[in-house]
């Protein structure tokens, strides 16, 4: 059963509203985004073979290329899209499967000429989406390279993925431990559609002492699907933050040999 989508998008602009004034974790959403570029972390709930239409043609304007991210419990929800597998210009719902280029922390898929994209309960289970922390599925009109802004090679391993949240001003998990010759990705994985960076050094409150000298994205973290990458060739312990959020974006990388 397919959701409306004229309903799905008010739900959701509420939602949004609602969560971003009252700071909650993993808040939603939907807000003035190009068509396209779309996250859902909040609020979605269906069960027994339902499907959730999340996005479709008339959202997108036409068929689109869409650079997929998400987590959520592969027990209970698929992602599915419709496009025409056989060339002969009918269009099927298809499963969308990880590609594990970020090793299923979180699940990537690359679609092309996509007309719509839904999640689906499995039958006899209820599928949520953002009920949990970290749960959220991205879309992203245009590939992003995985490697964009990185300051290595771009194969080497990825030892940690990191959730960048706006709406709760933080990365999660707050530490991360990688090995020597490891890189980490950071993924921005929320709706609110302001500017992050990854600046490594700690701070206290806007001193930032010695900021970004190990490593430094800028402020390339701006939308869903935005990401950035950096390779790690000394052990060590390495705080970072948001250049913008200082107060309250901070992390850690601890590097073992």
Known sequence: MDAQPSRMISRLALT??????????GSSAWAGWDPGDQVIDFGVSVSD??????????????????????HVDPRTCRLQALVDSTGKGTAGWTDVHDDGSFQGRPSHAWVSSMEALAVVAE????????????EFITISSALRPAGAGGSAAVEARIGATVLVFRATAFYTPREVRVRVGEKVVWLYA?????????????????????????????????????????????PGSYPYHCDFHTANMQGTVIVQP
């Open 16 to 25: 949004a509203a609602i969560t971003l004034l009252c700071g909650h974790y």
């Open 49 to 70: 073979g339902e499907r959730f239409l999340i996005v479709d043609r008339d959202a997108g304007g036409t068929k689109t290329g869409a650079d997929l991210l998400w």
């Open 123 to 134: 039958q006899g289970k209820e599928c949520t989406v953002g009920m949990k922390p970290g």
């Open 190 to 234: 929320d709706g609110s559609k302001e500017p992050h960076t990854v600046s490594s050094g700690m701070c206290r409150g806007l001193d930032c002492p010695g900021s970004g000298l190990a490593f430094a994205s800028g402020p390339t973290l701006l939308k869903p699907g935005d990401r950035f990458e950096h390779t790690f060739m000394r």
